[in-house]
């Protein structure tokens, strides 16, 4: 990690004499740097910027253009200070276009309230709200990661395989968990399977042994827990632990990340789940290039490489980093025809764009753009064993 912070910070320096004159273009990067996702936007963060940095390197980009991230906090789940922090990126930083943002509440607020009012382009690696796919955005709002409608015929598949047809169900009260909730809630009835109860949990609370006492009395063969890993949903575990009510979890994407083994290692042996993910030859190659630099299986790190590569090879595609005018060309250089492009390999693809050829970017999470522009789905589906989230097999 230091390694890649130092380059990082040596081609800002060599780079700032390029923004000084115009050769530069800022793309902004907002995150719940803080916030009940904490633990896994590090990651993100850091390889939306690896990408950045690959197309620095390359000297490709337009003519020339050095690439310079630029950080905000997105909190996840205060949509006014999101809000805020966006706008700041445009007015004050300059930006030219979004990776970002994450939880689906706070980037449904941001692209209602600052990405349409100003035509900036925004590409969510993590907002997975099925609510997003109709969300009037101009056609500036894109998404690598796949919407919860298909996270939830996902979920239903790996219960159904593991022959879990009873469950109780809890969900953080927002945006993403309801969404979660509601797309779960009808796959799994669909297949013949019976929540018991289907509750609602709120963030921020010191005790939730309440809410498990009514999940424990519905009762169920597993609690499927719709939450944050640093946040509610952690709590909902450890209360249920604690008490007994349950020992064996179900846990979509917001659950999912080191910070859940530090949480509860052995505890919750045999507990499953699932989050985006793909065994492409891409995602090898991104975490070749990763290395040792921050964890690239970590939920959404590819994804957010890619959706920064999109950012600026739609630039490439369009001659322009005007938002209004490469917003057009993310489809375009996202999806087949073309020659494939993975990790490490953007520069190659700005020259063939620049020539007049076309790309399909494959990327690290073997992208594939629908619909109007989000991912068309590819899960990790894991299990934990000795302490350890261990992956069971790709869907």
Known sequence: MKKFLLATAATALM??????????????????????????????????????????????????????????????????????????????????????????????????????????????????????????????????????????????DVLMDAGIKEVALTYTNNDYGKGLADAFAAAFGEAGGTITINAAHEDGKADYSAEVAALAAAGGERLVVAGYVDQGGSGIVRASLDSGAFDSFHFPDGM?????????GSEIDGSTGQHPGTDSPGVAKFGEMVGDAFDPTSPFAPESYDAAALIMLAMQAAGSTDPAMYKDHVMNVANAPGEQIFPGELGKALEIIAGGGEVDYVGASAVELIGPGESAGNYREIVFEGGKITTVKYR
């Open 15 to 156: 780079a700032g004499s390029a923004y000084a004159d115009g050769h530069g273009v800022k793309i902004g990067i907002i995150l719940g740097f803080t916030g009940p996702i904490e633990s896994i936007t590090p990651a993100m963060g850091d390889a939306a910027e690896l990408a950045m940095k690959e197309v620095t390197d390359s000297g490709k980009l337009l003519d020339g253009k050095a690439v310079e991230p630029v950080r905000a906090d997105s909190t996840c789940i205060d949509a006014g200070a999101a809000t805020t922090a966006a706008e700041r990126l445009i007015t004050s930083d300059g930006i030219k276009g979004i990776m970002g943002a994450d939880c689906s509440g706070v980037t449904g607020a941001i692209l209602s309230n600052v990405a349409v009012a100003n035509g900036m382009v925004m590409i969510s690696p993590s907002a997975t709200s099925p609510g997003l796919s109709d969300t009037e955005d101009n056609g500036l709002f894109f998404r690598t990661a796949p919407s919860d409608a298909r996270q939830g015929q996902v979920m239903t």
């Open 256 to 264: 999912i990340g080191t910070k859940l083994e530090e949480n509860f």
